[in-house]
């Protein structure tokens, strides 16, 4: 029956349940090279619950969400394996706003101008950072319940972008050991917060405090409750977009 596949559409909706995700990568993986590689994957709807645990899809476009959104697009990549051709993010902006209530905004990535709100972020907070590959992370201790991903250039190997994200009400302290990694330096730092986790309007920005304690590879980090850092080394500056 795989034979008269040509194309596999996946819808993956939850906060960390990937099964359809993952089922549909399992099957790929599973065929004869020839069909494997004639097969298109897409998840044509990819977005989160607003809470854990909960199949509550509408509630407040916030600072929250936008965390748990930017793990959501994380989980994706990684389960995904290389497998899935294209990830559609849901939603860019619904259009019949006013017959879905006060909720109507909780998918939206820009607002009524355009303009890139909380969900949204989670996106340019990967896009404006990603590197050609990611890379494994591997967490203990403090960080075990953090969200962390990594992303290396291929053609220039000095530049690399972790981000590490706290979605609880604690700051947390954390150290960052970089293995096999000696060539880049710490070039900048950037923190994605507000004023709280209802915050309808977070902001990244950029930090002046820089090097971190610590020596060449390995760092001290005190990560904001709420909030997502991500640093960058090597190659300078990264040119952050201010849409999409």
């Not at 020839?34 to 407040?60: A, C, F, Y």
């Not at 879905?100 to 820009?110: D, K, Q, T, V």
Request: aromatic fraction near 12%; include cysteine; proline fraction near 5%.
């Amino acid at each position: 029956e795989f034979q008269r596949i040509d194309h596999l559409i996946v819808h993956q909706y939850g906060f960390e349940d990937t099964k359809n995700v993952s089922s549909a990568v399992e099957f790929l993986n599973g065929l004869p090279d020839k069909n494997r590689q004639r097969i298109d994957m897409t998840v044509t709807e990819l977005g989160t619950w607003h809470t854990p645990g909960s199949k509550q899809r509408w509630g407040p476009n916030d600072l929250l969400r936008s965390i748990y959104q930017f793990r959501w697009l994380g989980m994706i990549q990684t389960n995904g394996k290389g497998t899935i051709r294209t990830p559609l993010f849901w939603t860019t902006r619904w259009l019949d706003m006013l017959r879905r209530g006060p909720y109507g905004e909780s998918f939206n990535a820009l607002d009524l101008y355009g303009n890139v709100i909380a969900s949204g972020m989670a996106l340019k907070i990967w896009n404006d950072f990603v590197q050609e590959t990611l890379v494994k992370v591997e967490t203990s201790g403090a960080a075990k319940d953090l969200y962390c991903y990594a992303s290396m250039s291929l053609s220039d190997p000095a530049k690399l972008a972790v981000w590490i994200a706290n979605s609880h009400a604690e700051e947390r302290t954390v150290s960052l050991e970089l293995q096999n990694f000696a060539e880049g330096q710490l070039r900048s730092k950037y923190t994605y917060s507000g004023k709280g986790p209802t915050d309808t309007h977070p902001t990244l920005k950029q930090n002046t405090t820089l090097p971190l304690p610590g020596k060449q590879g390995s760092f001290e980090l005190t990560l904001e409750p709420y909030s997502i850092q991500v640093l960058c080394f090597g190659g300078g500056r990264p040119s952050l977009t201010k849409n999409f």
